[in-house]
């Protein structure tokens, strides 16, 4: 049986002390395996971005350990093995796509040509090969958004972690996304896990967790 991409041991995260603690995530078990596919579900504020952030080694646990079998230690995850979307694409308006989808592989240590050619590909497999030279106040929200996910499959992860990639677009903007995604992760054999609120986004993944004040309450496969 291969090693799991990430597991989670009664890891738990609180900010502040004493009086002024704010319980993100009471403690919580699981397991992302090879090649799964896992929508985190949950209101908003209910944890969904604090455990994305602890599997993505953004943020430490305050209680239990989390620990990456597959891949190796925090310190291995990036750039690369694990790679995060979030909810805004987050380019760099002074640069072009292509330049957007290249910085991690540059600040990585990859070469500048080698950088710009897989840079290209990447862009190619999610169909925006066209837009390399733009910037991004020249492109939609939804096309952002695919240049987003064409920036973190650069660096071919293991691990995709998606944090409400669909939540600034609209019905069809934010289904082409998730038809990208599940390709881009499929093309690439990495696990993907993706946070959401919306249940249309949640029912085309075959596993599902659900997490409710801070608490991953239950977990299904479809």
Same mark, same amino acid.
């Given at each position: 049986?291969?090693? #799991?991409? +990430?597991?989670?041991?009664?890891?738990? /995260?609180?900010? !502040? &002390?004493?009086?002024? *603690?704010?319980? %993100?995530?009471?403690?919580?078990?699981?397991?992302?395996?090879?090649?799964?596919?896992?929508?985190?579900?949950?209101?908003?504020?209910?944890?969904?971005?604090?455990?994305?952030?602890?599997?993505?080694?953004?943020?430490?646990?305050?209680?239990?350990?989390?620990?990456?079998?597959?891949?190796?230690?925090?310190?291995?995850?990036?750039?690369?093995?694990?790679?995060?979307?979030?909810?805004?694409?987050?380019?760099?308006?002074?640069?072009?796509?292509?330049?957007?989808?290249?910085?991690?592989?540059?600040?990585?240590?990859?070469? #500048?040509? +080698?950088?710009?050619?897989?840079?290209? /590909?990447?862009? !190619? &497999?999610?169909?925006? *090969?066209?837009? %390399?030279?733009?910037?991004?106040?020249?492109?939609?929200?939804?096309?952002?958004?695919?240049?987003?996910?064409?920036?973190?499959?650069?660096?071919?992860?293991?691990?995709?972690?998606?944090?409400?990639?669909?939540?600034?677009?609209?019905?069809?903007?934010?289904?082409?996304?998730?038809?990208?995604?599940?390709?881009?992760?499929?093309?690439?054999?990495?696990?993907?896990?993706?946070?959401?609120?919306?249940?249309?986004?949640?029912?085309?993944?075959?596993?599902?967790?659900?997490?409710?004040?801070?608490?991953?309450?239950?977990?299904?496969? +479809?």
């Amino acid at each position: 049986m291969s090693a #799991a991409v +990430a597991r989670c041991r009664a890891v738990a /995260r609180t900010y !502040g &002390r004493g009086a002024a *603690a704010a319980v %993100a995530l009471r403690p919580a078990d699981c397991e992302i395996a090879p090649g799964a596919r896992i929508a985190l579900t949950g209101p908003s504020g209910s944890g969904k971005s604090t455990l994305l952030h602890l599997l993505a080694g953004l943020d430490e646990p305050t209680a239990g350990e989390i620990v990456w079998p597959a891949i190796g230690s925090r310190s291995d995850l990036r750039p690369g093995p694990v790679a995060v979307i979030f909810q805004g694409p987050a380019l760099l308006a002074a640069l072009s796509v292509l330049e957007n989808v290249a910085l991690p592989l540059l600040l990585g240590g990859t070469g #500048a040509e +080698a950088a710009e050619d897989e840079a290209r /590909r990447a862009l !190619g &497999r999610l169909g925006l *090969a066209e837009l %390399a030279g733009k910037l991004p106040e020249e492109i939609s929200g939804g096309q952002s958004q695919r240049v987003a996910v064409a920036r973190a499959l650069a660096g071919r992860p293991r691990l995709i972690l998606a944090d409400e990639p669909t939540g600034q677009l609209d019905s069809a903007a934010a289904a082409a996304v998730i038809d990208v995604l599940l390709a881009a992760a499929e093309h690439s054999g990495a696990a993907l896990l993706v946070s959401t609120h919306d249940r249309a986004v949640a029912e085309r993944f075959p596993e599902r967790w659900e997490i409710h004040s801070g608490s991953l309450a239950a977990r299904c496969s +479809a």
